[in-house]
């Protein structure tokens, strides 16, 4: 069974980063395309970032420019740089596995203004 746990979240202030971190298990994980999605109050849960098992990465224009997903399949884990931030990526980011949809728990970002 995959499980994928992320960490990295936190309180930070606008124009600050942070980078978000994606532990899978329970598979081959370079074997699978992964991707980020983020739900804020209130909102529908959204693709923000996805990258093939190819390392090929593709953005929602929200946080294109901003935010940079990558992956190291010798730690199973697949990461979020996320730069520049804004008051409007306050949400909890998700990382996914969609193959096989399995989700990870989530993990708060809050960026004060």
């Known amino acids: 069974q995959v499980q994928l746990v992320e960490s990295g979240g936190g309180l930070v202030q606008a124009g600050g980063s942070l980078r978000l971190s994606c532990a899978a298990s329970?598979?081959?994980?370079?074997?699978?395309?992964m991707a980020w999605y983020r739900q804020a109050p209130g909102k529908p849960r959204d693709l923000i970032a996805h990258?093939?098992?190819?390392?090929?990465?593709t953005y929602a224009g929200s946080v294109k420019g901003r935010f940079t997903i990558s992956r190291d399949n010798a730690k199973n884990t697949v990461y979020l740089q996320m730069n520049s931030l804004k008051s409007e990526d306050t949400a909890v980011y998700y990382c996914?596995?969609?193959?096989?949809?399995?989700w990870g728990q989530g993990t708060q970002v809050t960026v004060s203004s």
């Open positions: 996914r596995m969609p193959t096989v949809d399995a």
């Open positions: 329970g598979t081959i994980f370079s074997s699978y395309n």
């Open positions: 990258i093939t098992s190819g390392y090929s990465t």
